[in-house]
Nanobody
């Protein structure tokens, strides 16, 4: 299993970013994919999950601001983040459970003026 995130960066409060995660080494279109994040000094926090049928779930603090989507043709899962706040600053990881949890290396998102 390999997961490679990209798209992080520095953005001002209220701004937007789109994260991408390219997956390989497993049957992507049969797998639920998720995003999680880890803020400085805190544990891993679940953000969102998209199931193989396209059903989505979000943590309450992300509802209405974040949108998860997937392209099975590209083996890629996305996280569109709008109305970003300083408290969204974290390393964002995509993950999948294939005989155990696998995570990518993460991409840093910093929300600051």
């Amino acid at each position: 299993v390999q997961l490679v995130e990209s798209g992080g960066g520095l953005v001002q409060p209220g701004g937007s970013l789109r994260l991408s995660c390219v997956a390989s080494g497993f049957t992507f279109n049969r797998s639920a994919m998720r995003w999680a994040r880890q803020a400085p000094g805190k544990g891993l926090e679940w953000v969102s999950t998209i199931y193989r049928d396209g059903t989505t779930n979000y943590a309450d603090s992300m509802k209405g601001r974040f949108t998860i989507s997937r392209s099975n043709a590209k083996n890629t899962v996305y996280l569109q983040m709008n109305s970003l706040k300083p408290e969204d600053t974290a390393v964002y990881y995509c993950g999948v459970t294939i005989r155990g949890d696998s995570w990518g290396q993460g991409t840093q998102v910093t929300v600051s003026s």
